[in-house]
């Protein structure tokens, strides 16, 4: 079982930049691929970013590369992702996940995720 708890959302000008993180509690943290996914008002969530366990290899959604980072730290039990250069379209709630896979291309499915935080709201204004 791993719990997940997302912080770091807010209010943000278009341009400007977040950091968010993700806390995991739980055993075994450090066997866990960790995917970034966002859901704006009335659409699907969508695949953001994902890490292997190791933080060897990483994945980005075609709209956030090169302004988008993440990152983990397994010794704390965190996963963070860094946002910059913001765009209104980046607004939406932010969630963490974790999943046990075997390959890691995996990590950019949905369906991979066994656990969810309940979201951090990112807002960019214009």
Not at 14 to 40: D, I, P
Request: hydrophobic share 35%; charged share 15%.
């Amino acid at each position: 079982q791993v719990q997940l708890v997302e912080s770091g959302g807010g209010l943000v000008q278009a341009g400007g930049s977040l950091r968010l993180s993700c806390a995991a509690s739980g055993r075994a943290f450090n066997r866990y691929g960790m995917g970034w996914f966002r859901q704006a008002s009335g659409k699907e969530r969508e695949f953001v970013a994902a890490i292997s366990s190791n933080g060897g290899t990483t994945y980005y959604t075609n709209s956030v590369k090169g302004r988008f980072a993440i990152s983990r730290d397994n010794a704390k039990n965190m996963v963070s992702l860094q946002m910059n250069s913001l765009k209104p379209e980046d607004t939406a709630v932010y969630y963490c996940a974790a999943g046990l896979v075997g390959r890691p291309t995996l990590l950019q499915s949905i369906s991979t995720y066994e656990y969810w935080g309940s979201g951090t709201q990112v807002t960019v204004s214009s």
